[in-house]
Structure formats: C-alpha cells, structure tokens
C-alpha cells in the first residue's frame, strides 16, 4: 500500500491521475498539493472530495516547510510531481512563472524529500520512498520529418522557455539521484489529450470554438506533428513505471500517433459536424456552431502567425517502457477523440466557467492581429 502525494492534482493530467489511482488502489492514501492556478480546478476532483483516503491542500510546491511537513505528518512514501506552468504560449510572453514553478518548485520538492526521506532516519537507513517526475518530449527539441523517433537516449535540446524549465528539472531530479541517492524515475511523454484538459490547449480549444463558432486558430502552416496519447494511458504509463520501473531511470511514453495540427483540427471539425447533424438536442444547445445551421466548422479554420520557436515535430520511440515493463496504451486515437468530444459535449459548464476568452485576446494581441489570418474554405 502507497501513501502518495500527487503535486498539481486539480489540473488536466494530474487530476486524470488522481482518479485513476484511487479506482485502481482504492486502499492507497492519496493526497493531492496545488496552489490552484488558472490550470488547477477543484472541480476535477469533486469525485475524489470527502472520500476516505483522501486530502486536498491547497498550497504552493515551493513552501518548503509545507512540503516536508506532509511528507511527515502524512507519512506519504511517494511523489508523483505534475505541478508545472505547462503551457508553452504562455512560457513565451512570461518565461518567469515557469523558471519559478517548473524549477524552483521542483528543487524545493526535492530538498523537501530529501530531507523528509533521506536525512531524518539513522545513517544508512532511508525509508522506502520514490520521487516520480512527470516530464515532457519537449525536452528533446525538434525532429525534421524523416528523423527517428525521440528515445530515452536522445540529448536534451529544449527550444521554448517551457520545455528549458522541464529540462532544468529533469536535470535536478538526476542530480538528486546521483548525488543523495534519493529513488527516483522521470517520464518523457507525448501530447495528452483527453476529460479535464484547459481550453488553451489544441484539441480543448478547437472544440469549444466550434461549439462558440469561434475561428479556429492554425499556428504556421499548421503541419507541425504532434504524437498524441489519451490521458488515462499516460497515467497507466506512470502507474507502470512506479510499479516495476527501475529506480534512476527515464521511460519515454507515447502514442505511435503522429498527426499534423491541421489533421487533428479538420478530423474534430468533422466529428463534431457529424455528432450535431444526428442529434436534435445539440443543435439548439450550440445555435453558434456552423452545424446548427448546416455549415461545416472547417469554416472557421483561420491560419494565424506562427508560434516563436515552434517545433516542428515530436514523435517517441516507446520501446523501452512497452519491453521492460509491458506497457500497451489502451486507448486508440480513434476511440480517444470521440470520448473527449463526448466528455467536453457533457460538460459545457466545465468549461464555460474555465475560460472567459480573456486569455484567447491577449494571446491574439500579442501574437499579431487577425488581419494576418486567411480563413480556408470549407473543401468539398
Ligand atoms: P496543467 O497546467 O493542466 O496543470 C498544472 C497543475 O499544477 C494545475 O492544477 C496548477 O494549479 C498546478 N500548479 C501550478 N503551479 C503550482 C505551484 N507552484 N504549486 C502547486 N501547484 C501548482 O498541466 P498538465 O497538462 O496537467 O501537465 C501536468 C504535468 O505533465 C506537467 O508537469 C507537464 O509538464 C507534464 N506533461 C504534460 C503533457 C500534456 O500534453 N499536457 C505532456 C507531457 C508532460
Ligand atoms: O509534447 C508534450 C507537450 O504537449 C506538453 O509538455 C505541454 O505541457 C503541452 O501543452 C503540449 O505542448 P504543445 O505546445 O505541443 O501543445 P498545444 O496544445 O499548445 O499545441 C499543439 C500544437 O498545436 C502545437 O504545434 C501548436 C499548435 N496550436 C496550438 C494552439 C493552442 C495551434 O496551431 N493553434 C492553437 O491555438
């Protein structure tokens, strides 16, 4: 039986996490640390409130003293770190939060444990414990489009001030192993998509805009590859890895699923269309949609300036946790896309109380006017 403290449980993957974990270790003690940012919501975690064998607090990764006092009073064994800024629009019009949360915060972690774990029971006499850190394959740069797949030997090479905060980390999270001999694994994963997700993000924000009819903004030439994963296998990927994971060692996750950007947004355009013209109840519950009036949402498909720094393709070789620890992602894309349109279909109040569209302004302020933009005809 675990004790674990999930970092950054009330956001997307974290709180993804935080349920599977206590439907698959319904004994375990799961207490979730976040301080509630834009990202973080309670309300992804209403399920888990008030259940035995589990506690919300409310607090910052980088209180030191908060951290260490739970690992003790809590008597929790094992980290698993989501806390992060992780948007990477974000990370280019202010750097500062990610330098402060994805590093600073890590570090405190880690001296947190460290001193929790490692410095508190007799010389030579640890307590059995495991630092988990949950990274990116951002870390690792940019692939041309004839380049193998990242593994977990593949330098790191961060391009936006995001992935050099997760890089920075990483490198830490190491550092403490090699140097304190504290127990830890990293994972390096792919584009997660799935329930809970914040609408900044591709696949949340494609969907929410059409349902607005709201112009769908494509980054570039919009053929930047992604490899993209259902959540709830990346959280299956960890669960693997905290179980029969080698201590020291990195595991990268992915989805054998490349797909360009415009790809995704045209295939969720037609889905979406698809799900309004057979379903009568839809079609007045989002009269903005271009479906509810017999259009497709492929018009709302507008070209912007690029992202500064924009990778142009990430894509993870995933033999390595797939042969040494059996990991299989469950979920295919096709079945994937269709549960998260579900989900987000069924939970309009979710997101209408996440986003105001506030954000999306001062995104399109800083990223240069719509005058920019070429709306693309629907095809066909
Ligand atoms: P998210 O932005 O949805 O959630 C981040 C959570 O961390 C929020 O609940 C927020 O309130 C909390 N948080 C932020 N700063 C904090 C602080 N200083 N103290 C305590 N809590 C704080 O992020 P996500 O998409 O769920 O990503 C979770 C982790 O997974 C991140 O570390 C990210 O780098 C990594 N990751 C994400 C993806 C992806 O596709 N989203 C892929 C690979 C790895
Ligand atoms: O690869 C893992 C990473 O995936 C995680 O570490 C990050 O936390 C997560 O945010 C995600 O980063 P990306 O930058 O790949 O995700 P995002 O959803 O922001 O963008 C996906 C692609 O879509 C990217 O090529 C940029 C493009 N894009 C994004 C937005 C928000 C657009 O074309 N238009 C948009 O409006």
New binding site residues.
């Given amino acids: 039986m675990r004790r674990i403290l999930i970092t950054g449980g009330a956001g997307f993957i974290g709180a993804n996490f935080v349920h599977y974990w206590r439907r698959t270790y319904p004994a375990d003690h799961v207490v979730v640390l976040d301080s509630l940012t834009y990202a973080g919501n309670l309300a992804n975690l209403q399920e888990a409130q008030g259940q035995p064998n589990f506690r919300f607090i409310r607090g910052d990764i980088r209180d030191y003293e908060l951290v260490r006092n739970l690992l003790i009073e809590e008597r929790l064994d094992t980290i698993v770190h989501f806390a992060?800024e992780?948007?990477?629009?974000r990370s280019i019009l202010g750097p500062d939060a990610f330098v402060e949360t994805n590093i600073v915060g890590t570090h405190t972690l880690l001296k947190a444990a460290k001193s929790a774990w490692l410095d508190r029971g007799p010389a030579g006499a640890p307590s059995p414990h495991r630092f988990h850190q949950v990274?990116?394959?951002?870390v690792f740069g940019s692939l041309s489009p004839v380049a193998p797949p990242f593994t977990e030997e593949t330098p790191y090479a961060p391009n936006?001030p995001?992935?050099a905060s997760?890089a920075a980390a990483d490198h830490l999270v190491r550092a403490y192993h090699q140097t304190y001999g504290l127990e830890v694994t990293i994972s390096n994963?792919?584009?997660?998509y799935g329930p809970y997700q914040f609408p900044?993000?591709?696949?949340p924000?494609?969907l929410v805009n059409i349902l607005e009819g709201r112009p769908?903004?494509?980054?570039?030439d919009?053929r930047?590859?992604?490899?993209w994963l259902y959540v709830e296998d990346h959280c299956r990927g960890i669960d693997c890895i905290l179980q029969q994971g080698r201590v020291g060692e990195c595991y990268a996750i992915g989805g054998d699923n490349e797909k360009s950007?415009i790809e995704?947004?045209e295939l969720v355009c037609r889905l979406v269309d698809e799900k309004m013209a057979s379903s009568a109840t839809l079609r007045p519950r989002f009269p903005r949609a271009p479906a509810a009036s017999g259009r497709s949402a492929k018009e709302l498909i507008t070209y912007?300036k690029d992202?500064p720094g924009?990778?142009r393709r990430?894509a993870i070789d995933g033999r390595k946790i797939k042969q040494a620890l059996g990991f299989t992602a469950a979920e295919s894309f096709a079945t994937g896309i269709v549960k998260t349109i579900d989900w987000y279909l069924a939970n309009e109040i979710w997101w209408r109380q996440v986003m105001d569209g506030s954000y999306r302004q001062w995104?399109d302020s800083q990223y240069g006017p719509r005058a920019e933009s070429a709306v693309v005809s629907p095809r066909g």
């Fill in positions: 992060a992780s948007h990477v629009d990274s990116t394959d951002e936006s995001y992935a997760k994963c792919s584009n997660n900044e993000k591709l696949i924000l494609v769908l903004p494509i980054y570039g919009g930047n590859i992604r490899d950007n995704i947004v912007v992202r924009h990778d990430y995104i």
